[in-house]
């Protein structure tokens, strides 16, 4: 009973040498219906839903929770300005998480939003970043734990963090250090993605100069931000974060209370020298950085967190508990 | 992978908030299926039939191309595998198919063995998928994904009913791997005994206990049709790739005297159901029931035979690496007793094959002694009687000298007296 499989299951690894033909469209002589399999994945995708966890990180006051709330216009966050809060400058930096389930068009998604509260906050930062840190690893141990089970769940609860929207003062100066060590860290386990908060106190010549020296202090601290350039996978998502990568740091404004300008509705801060208007890209960036975190890169975000920061812990805790360094576990 | 993105709402405190507009991430879906398309799709089918029954030509039937290879031949000694991959396009997506055919099924006399090497290949495929997932570096979201997807059984014409090789091949793949059951050749059947047969063969499979991949029906986009799909099983089949002129048509059809037999028009056979079922509404289906079903009872089952269970939430992570760093630990310790013990007895038995041959070695001085003692003592006698013997002669000999010396003086003293006495001692001489 000879087993010709294996020699040709090596035929299918990917690679020169490979017994294929490549079939064009044109050569197929009538339609088979292959893309009705984007249909079919599109329906199921939408049938079971999404996750998104994302975390903010800043000082009090710089107005994360309304940015988040005008991220996804809803009240998904509770601002620490509303009557019944309770005002208290916590000693640590206490991590508090709130999901919602919010829908558009057929879509569920549940989002989870990661709060910092007390991050920058005290007198000596010494070390503040350590339970951030510490929440971001154990999500993804939580994760690992469940896919080496025997018997695990059909699909296992993703609360790894997708993105960390990380504060930057509107100073106006440079990165401070603060800010340096907390990139400097979370850059290698999560996707930053910095923004100037309260960007109404900037003029757009101050902006500019501000965002270059960003990210001239990003390039000299080695700091990666998302989008990664070692993770670009062709010419073409290359020429289009490229484009984002000139624009980061993200300069945004956010409100949730909405103004009439030219007798439309618009979400804007009023003052007494004019109505910024949030969602108008000549006044802030905040358009830019919905479209991308929600509208093009929401898919994109998920996929590096899962493919690249999660491997790199998995392979880095594999390694540590074990005395065999071999690449493989082999189980013959 | 999609899998991987879907959640289960509500529950675990997340209530639902209204949006006051329009956020945007509905295009989360577009944003997945562009991130596969730029990716590509793995589909693979597994045939499995008896020689003849005309799989490689519904394979280029359903995908609407020549796919290589000649007819094999009726003679093989075992049932193997062969597969091949080819790589489609149309319009923007590519698809990477793999088309596995099994050469030699039921040509055999004794054919008790034949599902043998099919669920072996199939094994190696998950096991193949397993080590990937396991491994440290791995790399998963860029693995070519080998596993197969969807069997393609077919079930020859006959009319009567399933054979019994079907049933047990049937029986041993359905927990491995979808099974679609289809009867080939189908324009040997008249429509009156293919739905006989139709319902003979769904009601063995029932009561043989064999499961075979129902479409799904909780989809309501795709609920009806799958439902209408499910009692059309098994498909019964015509491939062709011939064109033949109807109307002013080119068409794929099968020419006889008699007639014409269209391959894509639904009363003559079930071809374009097959088609629709299998890649036009359910392949992604197809795909995910493999990952989470029978990949993950593979899984379960490779996993618990190698000894790991799921130890309580509280006890060390990673029980995995460590039950098996435990059990490493136990084997090779067994594996060195082993060795000891082998090594101890060949000692003890070198002792006792020395200590006989010393025995033995013993035995032979022992014997050699004694005959070189008898030896000895015979030459010793032989001596003592030679000396005897020798003596004797010497008596004599003085004896013969006294006697004539005694002669000669007699003679000396009277001549003829004694001659008389020298006759008589001549004649006593």
């Given at each position: 009973?000879?087993?010709?499989?294996?020699?040709n299951?090596?035929?299918?690894?990917?690679?020169?040498?490979?017994?294929?033909?490549?079939?064009?469209?044109?050569?197929?002589?009538?339609?088979i219906?292959?893309?009705?399999?984007?249909?079919?994945?599109?329906s199921k995708?939408?049938k079971?839903?999404?996750?998104?966890?994302?975390?903010?990180?800043?000082?009090?006051?710089?107005?994360k929770?309304t940015?988040v709330?005008?991220?996804?216009k809803s009240?998904?966050?509770?601002k620490?300005?509303?009557?019944?809060?309770?005002?208290?400058?916590?000693k640590?930096?206490k991590?508090?998480?709130?999901?919602?389930?919010?829908?558009?068009?057929?879509?569920k998604m549940k989002?989870?939003?990661i709060?910092?509260?007390?991050?920058?906050?005290?007198?000596?930062?010494d070390?503040?970043?350590?339970?951030?840190?510490?929440?971001?690893n154990?999500?993804?141990?939580?994760?690992?734990?469940?896919?080496l089970?025997?018997?695990?769940k059909?699909?296992?609860?993703?609360?790894?963090?997708?993105?960390?929207?990380?504060?930057?003062?509107?100073?106006?100066?440079?990165?401070?250090?603060?800010d340096?060590?907390?990139?400097?860290?979370?850059?290698?386990?999560?996707?930053?993605v910095?923004v100037?908060?309260?960007?109404?106190?900037?003029?757009i010549?101050?902006?500019?100069?501000?965002?270059?020296?960003?990210?001239?202090?990003?390039?000299d601290?080695?700091?990666?931000?998302y989008?990664?350039?070692?993770y670009?996978?062709?010419?073409?998502?290359?020429i289009?974060?490229?484009?984002i990568?000139?624009?980061?740091?993200?300069?945004?404004?956010?409100?949730?209370k909405?103004?009439?300008?030219n007798?439309n509705?618009?979400?804007?801060?009023?003052?007494?020298w004019?109505?910024?208007?949030?969602?108008?890209v000549?006044?802030?960036?905040?358009?830019?950085?919905?479209d991308?975190?929600?509208?093009?890169?929401?898919?994109?975000l998920k996929?590096?967190?899962?493919?690249i920061?999660?491997?790199?812990?998995?392979v880095?805790?594999l390694?540590?508990?074990?005395?065999?360094?071999?690449?493989?576990?082999?189980?013959? | 992978?999609a899998?991987?993105?879907i959640?289960?709402?509500?529950?675990?405190?997340?209530?639902?908030?209204?949006?006051?507009?329009?956020?945007?991430?509905?295009s989360?879906?577009?944003?997945?299926?562009?991130k596969?398309?730029?990716h590509?799709?793995?589909?693979?089918?597994?045939?499995?039939?008896?020689?003849?029954?005309?799989?490689s030509?519904?394979?280029?039937?359903?995908?609407?191309t020549?796919?290589?290879?000649?007819p094999?031949?009726?003679?093989?000694?075992?049932?193997?595998?062969?597969?091949?991959?080819?790589?489609?396009?149309?319009?923007?997506?590519?698809?990477k198919?793999t088309?596995?055919n099994?050469?030699?099924f039921?040509?055999?006399?004794?054919?008790?063995d034949?599902y043998?090497?099919?669920?072996?290949?199939?094994?190696?495929?998950f096991?193949?998928y397993?080590?990937?997932?396991?491994?440290?570096k791995r790399?998963?979201?860029?693995?070519?994904?080998?596993?197969?997807?969807?069997?393609l059984?077919?079930?020859a014409?006959?009319?009567?009913?399933?054979k019994?090789?079907?049933?047990?091949?049937?029986?041993?793949?359905?927990?491995?791997?979808?099974?679609?059951?289809i009867?080939?050749?189908?324009?040997?059947?008249?429509?009156?005994?293919?739905a006989?047969?139709k319902?003979?063969i769904?009601?063995?499979?029932?009561s043989?206990?064999?499961?075979?991949y129902?479409f799904?029906?909780?989809?309501?986009?795709v609920?009806?049709?799958n439902?209408?799909?499910?009692?059309?099983?098994?498909f019964?089949?015509?491939?062709?790739?011939e064109e033949?002129?109807?109307?002013?048509?080119?068409?794929?059809?099968?020419?006889y005297?008699?007639?014409?037999?269209?391959?894509?028009?639904?009363?003559?056979?079930?071809?374009v159901k097959?088609?629709?079922?299998?890649?036009?509404?359910?392949?992604?289906?197809?795909?995910?029931?493999?990952h989470?079903?029978h990949?993950e009872?593979?899984?379960?089952?490779?996993?618990?035979?190698?000894?790991?269970?799921d130890?309580?939430p509280?006890?060390?992570?990673?029980?995995?690496?460590?039950?098996?760093?435990?059990?490493?630990?136990?084997?090779?310790?067994?594996?060195?007793?082993?060795?000891e013990?082998?090594?101890q007895?060949?000692?003890?038995?070198?002792?006792?094959k020395?200590?006989?041959?010393k025995?033995?070695?013993?035995?032979?001085h022992?014997?050699?002694?004694?005959?070189?003692k008898?030896?000895?003592?015979?030459k010793k006698k032989?001596?003592?009687?030679?000396?005897?013997?020798?003596?004797?002669?010497?008596?004599?000999?003085?004896?013969?000298?006294?006697?004539?010396?005694?002669?000669?003086q007699?003679?000396q003293a009277?001549?003829?007296?004694?001659?008389?006495?020298?006759?008589?001692?001549?004649?006593?001489?």
């Amino acid at each position: 009973m000879e087993l010709e499989a294996e020699v040709n299951v090596e035929l299918c690894q990917s690679g020169p040498g490979l017994q294929m033909s490549l079939i064009r469209g044109t050569d197929l002589f009538g339609y088979i219906g292959i893309e009705a399999v984007l249909d079919q994945m599109r329906s199921k995708t939408m049938k079971a839903g999404f996750e998104f966890n994302i975390m903010v990180v800043g000082q009090s006051g710089l107005g994360k929770s309304t940015l988040v709330n005008t991220l996804f216009k809803s009240k998904v966050s509770r601002k620490s300005c509303t009557p019944n809060y309770e005002e208290k400058i916590s000693k640590t930096v206490k991590l508090q998480t709130v999901s919602h389930v919010i829908e558009e068009n057929g879509v569920k998604m549940k989002l989870t939003v990661i709060d910092t509260p007390g991050f920058g906050d005290q007198i000596n930062n010494d070390n503040c970043w350590e339970p951030i840190v510490k929440y971001v690893n154990e999500q993804y141990e939580k994760y690992l734990r469940e896919e080496l089970h025997i018997n695990r769940k059909r699909v296992i609860p993703d609360s790894r963090v997708h993105c960390c929207i990380y504060f930057l003062p509107a100073t106006g100066h440079r990165l401070r250090p603060i800010d340096v060590e907390f990139m400097k860290r979370l850059g290698k386990i999560v996707s930053i993605v910095p923004v100037i908060a309260k960007a109404d106190t900037l003029t757009i010549e101050e902006r500019q100069e501000f965002k270059e020296r960003i990210r001239q202090d990003l390039v000299d601290n080695g700091i990666h931000v998302y989008p990664q350039k070692e993770y670009d996978e062709d010419p073409e998502e290359r020429i289009l974060n490229n484009s984002i990568r000139e624009s980061i740091p993200f300069a945004v404004v956010g409100t949730d209370k909405e103004h009439q300008v030219n007798g439309n509705k618009v979400l804007g801060r009023k003052t007494n020298w004019g109505i910024i208007e949030v969602e108008n890209v000549a006044h802030c960036e905040f358009a830019n950085l919905r479209d991308l975190l929600i509208r093009s890169h929401l898919q994109d975000l998920k996929d590096v967190t899962h493919n690249i920061h999660y491997e790199t812990y998995r392979v880095r805790r594999l390694n540590e508990t074990k005395i065999i360094k071999s690449s493989s576990v082999n189980f013959k | 992978m999609a899998s991987t993105e879907i959640a289960r709402q509500a529950g675990e405190g997340a209530r639902a908030v209204p949006l006051a507009g329009h956020v945007g991430f509905d295009s989360m879906p577009d944003q997945l299926v562009n991130k596969s398309v730029n990716h590509g799709f793995c589909f693979n089918i597994l045939c499995v039939g008896e020689t003849g029954l005309g799989k490689s030509t519904l394979m280029d039937t359903l995908f609407n191309t020549k796919f290589e290879g000649e007819p094999t031949q009726h003679n093989q000694p075992g049932v193997t595998l062969k597969s091949n991959t080819y790589e489609l396009q149309e319009s923007n997506v590519r698809l990477k198919l793999t088309v596995v055919n099994t050469v030699g099924f039921g040509d055999q006399i004794n054919k008790e063995d034949s599902y043998k090497s099919i669920v072996e290949f199939i094994d190696a495929q998950f096991e193949a998928y397993l080590q990937e997932e396991l491994k440290i570096k791995r790399t998963l979201h860029s693995y070519h994904d080998t596993r197969i997807h969807a069997c393609l059984y077919f079930i020859a014409p006959t009319g009567h009913s399933l054979k019994s090789l079907d049933l047990v091949t049937m029986k041993k793949l359905d927990s491995k791997v979808n099974i679609i059951p289809i009867i080939a050749k189908s324009d040997a059947i008249s429509k009156s005994e293919l739905a006989k047969f139709k319902i003979k063969i769904t009601s063995e499979l029932v009561s043989n206990g064999v499961q075979i991949y129902q479409f799904p029906t909780d989809d309501e986009s795709v609920a009806e049709i799958n439902s209408t799909m499910n009692s059309h099983l098994p498909f019964a089949v015509v491939g062709s790739t011939e064109e033949v002129k109807i109307g002013n048509k080119m068409v794929k059809a099968r020419q006889y005297p008699w007639g014409t037999v269209q391959v894509e028009n639904e009363n003559h056979c079930d071809f374009v159901k097959l088609r629709e079922m299998l890649i036009r509404v359910n392949m992604e289906d197809l795909r995910e029931q493999t990952h989470t079903r029978h990949y993950e009872l593979y899984r379960r089952c490779k996993l618990e035979e190698m000894g790991f269970k799921d130890t309580d939430p509280d006890s060390k992570p990673f029980s995995l690496q460590e039950t098996y760093e435990a059990k490493r630990n136990e084997f090779m310790g067994e594996l060195q007793k082993k060795e000891e013990e082998m090594r101890q007895m060949f000692v003890q038995r070198v002792k006792e094959k020395e200590a006989e041959l010393k025995e033995a070695e013993k035995e032979l001085h022992e014997k050699f002694d004694r005959l070189k003692k008898l030896h000895q003592d015979e030459k010793k006698k032989l001596e003592e009687k030679k000396k005897s013997l020798d003596d004797e002669l010497n008596m004599f000999k003085q004896k013969k000298t006294a006697a004539e010396l005694l002669q000669n003086q007699a003679q000396q003293a009277g001549g003829s007296t004694t001659l008389k006495r020298d006759k008589e001692r001549k004649n006593f001489f």
